[in-house]
């Protein structure tokens, strides 16, 4: 059996755990503050959705900073695999965003009811910071091959 870890060098795991205990303290810190936010001032949204959309922002963060700094893909196999499914991936966020867009001004979908965030609001999240991601990943990757070339 295959472990998650393999593949993966020291550099990449300590940049993984760093970026994971970064993420987790970022959660915490957010659920204050939403915490703090919605005794004082507003409820912005159902408890399904805060806590969903605090859980997206920071799995995100992870990502990205993982991406950014190298330690996303560990060998050239799940390399090339990201290298494929990101795009797909991406384009099936930027369908569905053109699906779900005339379905709200219609009055179909309401991310937004009586005055908080509905669930619809959690795939229209997740739709848009995917398609950041797959920018940040391409551009990690042309600048290491351009780094290779010199």
Same mark, same amino acid.
């Given at each position: 059996?295959?472990?998650?870890?393999?593949?993966?060098?020291?550099?990449?795991?300590?940049?993984?755990?760093?970026?994971g205990y970064q993420a987790f303290f970022l959660l %915490?810190? =957010?659920?204050? #503050?939403?915490?703090?936010?919605?005794?004082? +001032?507003?409820?912005? @949204?159902?408890? $399904?959705?805060?806590?969903?959309?605090?859980?997206?922002?920071?799995?995100?963060?992870?990502?990205?900073?993982?991406?950014?700094s190298g330690a996303y893909t560990g060998d050239k196999?799940?390399?090339?695999?990201?290298?494929?499914?990101?795009?797909?991936?991406?384009?099936?966020?930027?369908?569905?965003? %053109?699906? =779900?867009?005339? #379905?709200?001004?219609?009055?179909?979908?309401? +991310?937004?009811?009586? @005055?908080?965030? $509905?669930?619809?609001?959690?795939?229209?999240?997740?739709?848009?910071?995917?398609?950041?991601?797959?920018?940040?990943?391409?551009?990690?990757?042309?600048?290491?091959?351009?780094?290779?070339?010199?």
């Open positions: 059996m295959n472990s998650p870890i393999e593949g993966y060098d020291e550099r990449q795991l300590s940049l993984r755990h760093k970026f %915490l810190g =957010m659920t204050a #503050l939403n915490a703090y936010i919605c005794n004082v +001032f507003y409820v912005w @949204g159902d408890q $399904a959705v805060m806590s969903l959309s605090l859980i997206l922002i920071s799995t995100y963060y992870f990502g990205i900073r993982t991406i950014s196999k799940s390399e090339k695999r990201a290298a494929v499914s990101l795009p797909f991936v991406c384009g099936f966020h930027v369908v569905f965003l %053109l699906w =779900m867009l005339p #379905l709200v001004n219609r009055g179909h979908i309401a +991310f937004i009811e009586d @005055g908080k965030a $509905a669930l619809p609001f959690i795939s229209l999240l997740s739709s848009f910071i995917i398609i950041p991601f797959t920018i940040v990943y391409y551009v990690k990757r042309s600048r290491d091959k351009k780094e290779e070339r010199s």
